[in-house]
Nanobody, 125 residues
C-alpha cells in the first residue's frame, strides 16, 4: 500500500511559478514510476508528466513541455513538479500518481496503482 500526499498548490498569476510536492509513504517508493495528472471539473483527468523509477527518464504532455519539470528524490520518497510560465489553462487539481509500470508515452489512468487526493492550482490571467 502506498499513500500519496500532495502539497504546494495555490493561486499564482499567469507567467508565474509553483512547485508541487508529493510525499509517498512506504519503503517501496523506488519500485514505482511516478507521475502527475490534472483535472478540471467536467473534464477528463489528463496526463501531465511521468518519471521512471530512478528518475533517469521522463515523459511530458505536449501542453507542458518546456514549462514543467518533474524530479524525484528516492531517499525522501518525494516527487516534485516545478511549474514555470504558468498559463490560465493550467488551472486544475493536480494529482500525484504511482504506477508499477513506467510508460514513455502518455499514461493511461488504468495504469495507475495509487492516487493522491490532489492539490488545487489556480492561475489568474
Amino acid at each position: 500500500q502506498v499513500q500519496l500526499v500532495e502539497s504546494g498548490g495555490g493561486l499564482v498569476q499567469a507567467g508565474g511559478s509553483l512547485r508541487l510536492s508529493c510525499a509517498a509513504s512506504g519503503r517501496t517508493f523506488r519500485n514505482y514510476a511516478m507521475g502527475w495528472f490534472r483535472q478540471v471539473p467536467g473534464k477528463e483527468r489528463e496526463f501531465v508528466v511521468g518519471i521512471s523509477y530512478d528518475g533517469s527518464t521522463t515523459t511530458y504532455a505536449d501542453s507542458v513541455k518546456g514549462r514543467f519539470t518533474i524530479s524525484r528524490d528516492n531517499a525522501k520518497n518525494t516527487v516534485y513538479l516545478q511549474m514555470d510560465s504558468l498559463k490560465s489553462e493550467d488551472t486544475a487539481v493536480y494529482l500525484c500518481a504511482a504506477s508499477l509500470r513506467y510508460s514513455s508515452s502518455a499514461w493511461y489512468r488504468s495504469s495507475v496503482n495509487y492516487w493522491g487526493k490532489g492539490t488545487l492550482v489556480t492561475v489568474s490571467s
